[in-house]
């Protein structure tokens, strides 16, 4: 399986960026999908999670500027943001968690994209 992350860019404060990743591979279904981010100097930290069922969960820094969405059929996930701030600079990452036939499920990552916002 493979995570392949587009969409990053610059892009000036109060702007919009929309991230895409998409999966490929021998996928059976995914669970939890998910946006982290890392800044240089800092720990990669979670953005925001939607499961298969549709609920999602943002980190308190993007609640109501960041919206995540997921389209099963495509096995591709999306993180609308929208009114970019300076401190949403990173590299931001996709994860995913796949079910496997046996054992538990397997968390696969993108390779992470570039987002920089600037004043």
């Known amino acids: 399986v493979q995570l392949q992350a587009s969409g990053g860019g610059l892009v000036q404060a109060g702007g919009s960026l929309r991230l895409s990743c998409a999966a490929s591979?021998?996928?059976?279904?995914?669970?939890?999908m998910g946006w982290y981010r890392q800044a240089p100097g800092k720990r990669r930290e979670l953005v925001a999670v939607?499961?298969?069922?549709?609920?999602?969960d943002y980190s308190d820094s993007v609640k109501g500027r960041f919206t995540i969405s997921r389209d099963s059929a495509k096995n591709t996930q999306y993180l609308q943001m929208n009114s970019l701030k300076l401190e949403d600079t990173g590299v931001y990452y996709c994860?995913?968690?796949?079910?496997?036939?046996?054992?538990?499920?397997?968390?696969?990552w993108g390779q992470g994209t570039q987002v920089t916002v600037s004043s």
């Open positions: 994860s995913e968690d796949h079910v496997q036939r046996w054992g538990p499920p397997v968390r696969y």
């Open positions: 939607i499961s298969s069922g549709g609920s999602t």
């Open positions: 591979g021998s996928i059976m279904s995914i669970n939890v």
